[in-house]
Structure formats: structure tokens, C-alpha cells
């Protein structure tokens, strides 16, 4: 079984910061793509960033220039620097990753648990 576990959630003031924080355990062979998105009530659920292995990046661009992701593949962890929070980043944060549990077997998706975001204005 593979478990992804955000952590890092919380209230902050409009223009503060938060670092989120996700990482992979159980069997795992290789992870690909690791990446964050987001959900706010009654909107769907988007990207907001995403890291391959070798550390390419792409950005939603409403975060770009505020937010950065960043993997340590050796503890299989991706983090979610926020900077200049706005209210409009208020939103649930789930982490996904597309792994291989096992040498020769097929690449799937898993996603996390979800982490909440609070920007108060």
C-alpha cells in the first residue's frame, strides 16, 4: 500500500507564508511527478504545481512568482513553498504523484488525504 501525507496547513494573513509538505511511503519502486492542487468550495479541483524527477516544474499561473515546488527524491517528499498569500488561495491543497510500486509494474496515481489553506484578508 502507498500512503501520500500532507502536512503544513493553516491560517494565515493575507501576505504571509506557508510551507506545505508531502510525503510518499509504503512500496515504492519509483516516483514520477509529484505535484499539488488545489480545491475551493464549489469550484473544481486544479493544479497548482508539479515537479517531475528530474526537477522540471510548471506553475498554475495565478501562483507563479509566489509559489515554488521542490522535491528531495531520497526521502520520496515534495514541499510547497506559498509566499504573498492571497484569500484567493484559500482552498483544500491535496498532493499527487504518479509511482511505479514495483520494478515492471504499472505507473499509478495516488493522491492525498488534502490540507487546508486559510488566507484571512
Known amino acids: 500500500q502507498v500512503q501520500l501525507v500532507e502536512s503544513g496547513g493553516g491560517l494565515v494573513q493575507a501576505g504571509g507564508s506557508l510551507r506545505l509538505s508531502c510525503t510518499a511511503s509504503?512500496?515504492?519502486?519509483?516516483?514520477?511527478?509529484m505535484g499539488w492542487y488545489r480545491q475551493a468550495p464549489g469550484k473544481q479541483r486544479e493544479l497548482v504545481a508539479a515537479?517531475?524527477?528530474?526537477?522540471?516544474?510548471n506553475y498554475a499561473d495565478s501562483v507563479k512568482g509566489r509559489f515554488t515546488i521542490s522535491r528531495d527524491n531520497a526521502k520520496n517528499t515534495v514541499y510547497l513553498q506559498m509566499n504573498s498569500l492571497k484569500p484567493e488561495d484559500t482552498a483544500v491543497y491535496y498532493c499527487?504523484?504518479?509511482?511505479?510500486?514495483?520494478?515492471?509494474?504499472?505507473?499509478?496515481?495516488?493522491w492525498g488525504q488534502g490540507t487546508q489553506v486559510t488566507v484571512s484578508s
Open positions: 499527487n504523484a504518479d509511482l511505479w510500486a514495483f520494478v515492471g509494474g504499472d505507473i499509478v496515481n495516488y
Open positions: 515537479v517531475t524527477h528530474g526537477g522540471t516544474t
Open positions: 509504503g512500496s515504492i519502486f519509483s516516483i514520477n511527478a
